[in-house]
């Protein structure tokens, strides 16, 4: 590695890492002032609180991290423009290219880093850090508020191999509206579809309205004619109870897990969830490399920046381009969610604008 290289990955780096712990300790003080109140009146022990926030760090960082990546490279680049630096390299012969390429690679090796965590750390941090705020009170505010509870779109695995979708589920009257059960064999092939209008749990029995059954064959083609009942007790072992425990939370998935999840919810015919659940998908994919696009979108901005004071500027200018670029992508993803834009263009527009929008610019470098 060059000399220059060095210098340069040296000033990011350094930035880069400060920046993570300064965000990360204003992050818990914060939440900690915000819940003292909760935390001294349920006389929560350190020793569960540091608990707590150790496991919420991967959270935090996957947060936090794409805005530390776009100040540090403001600040470096600003600075090395601000002391004529950028114009004694450009006067060696070296290209814009040549001169940023090490934090690129820099960026590129957060982005997989990111997405690591992403993966394999956070979803079991959402849910042991969900499990230590509802040992602490928070759990017991969520039980009173469950009376009025509406869940949407549930998904579970039930006993026999069987598939749930549920649209809406009510668990003060043990009511479900819009149910859709899947049936298969031991080879995962579906045997059978019930679609039903409504189902209410009574004196230990599911009671379906307006319900059809269809059976398909080992090509998944339909059998004999589906049976239509106006009502009917259907034999069902799971209980309310069995819904609510065992629901689904995406954000407690993989990337693995939830391709699985998809697949096995393909054949459901609920094509809403599955084009949302392939929003959040392509999301998970994407959303690690914001640490690259932002990079690449952090060093025209740094090099047009005048002789002001390069720290103030750069902090501006970070928080006006992380804004721009967090409501771009909330636009996208909503798009994608409502069936306008499909699923991997959603997820994946932001990046795209703010990738050809930085090459512009760096191009556009004198």
């Known amino acids: 590695m060059r000399i220059l290289d060095r210098y340069i990955l040296k000033s990011v780096v350094s930035i880069f890492i400060s920046c993570i712990f300064i965000f990360l300790f204003l992050y818990c003080i914060i939440d900690v002032l915000t819940n003292l109140e909760d935390i001294l009146k349920h006389r929560v022990e350190l020793s569960i609180l540091m608990q707590y926030y150790l496991y919420f760090l991967p959270i935090m960082f996957a947060q936090v991290s794409p805005f530390a990546c776009l100040l540090s490279t403001l600040y470096t680049f600003g600075r090395l423009n601000h002391n004529n630096e950028i114009i004694a390299m450009r006067s060696s012969g070296l290209s814009i290219f040549q001169i940023t390429k090490t934090v ?70 043990n009511t479900m509206e819009g149910i859709v059960i899947l049936g298969h064999d031991e080879h995962q092939e579906l045997i059978r579809k019930i679609v039903a209008n409504k ?21 998944g083609q339909i059998i004999e004619e589906p049976q239509y009942l106006e009502e009917e007790i259907m034999p069902i072992s799971e209980t309310p109870h069995d819904f609510i425990s065992q629901r689904q939370r995406l954000d407690f998935m993989t990337i693995a897990q939830l391709e699985d999840y998809i697949w096995k919810l393909s054949r459901s015919g609920a094509t809403t969830v599955i084009r949302n659940l392939k929003v959040s998908l392509y999301q998970r994919y994407a959303s690690p490399f914001t640490n690259l696009v932002i990079v690449l979108l952090g ?41 306008v834009l499909p699923p991997l263009l959603a997820a994946s527009t932001s990046h795209i604008i703010a990738l050809v929008f930085s090459l512009y610019l760096i191009n556009s470098l004198p």
Request: charge should be positive; hydrophobic fraction near 45%.
């Open 199 to 219: 189902g209410v749990y009574q004196e230990g029995l599911w009671r379906f309205y307006q319900s059809i059954t269809y059976n398909f064959d080992k090509n």
């Open 299 to 339: 060093i025209p901005f740094s090099l047009i920046m005048r002789r002001r004071a390069t720290g103030i500027s750069s902090i501006g200018v970070s928080i006006l381009v992380g804004f721009l670029y967090y409501i771009l992508e909330a636009v996208s993803i909503a798009f994608g969610m409502g069936g």
């Open 104 to 173: 690129i690679i820099f960026g590129l090796l957060v982005s997989l880093f990111a997405f690591w965590v992403n993966d394999r750390l956070v979803p079991k941090s959402l849910a042991i850090t969900q499990q230590i705020r509802e040992q602490f009170g928070e759990g017991t505010k969520k039980q009173k508020e469950k009376k009025q509870e509406i869940i949407n779109n549930l998904c579970m695995y039930g006993l026999r191999n069987r598939l749930f979708y549920i649209n809406k589920f009510y668990p003060a009257t």
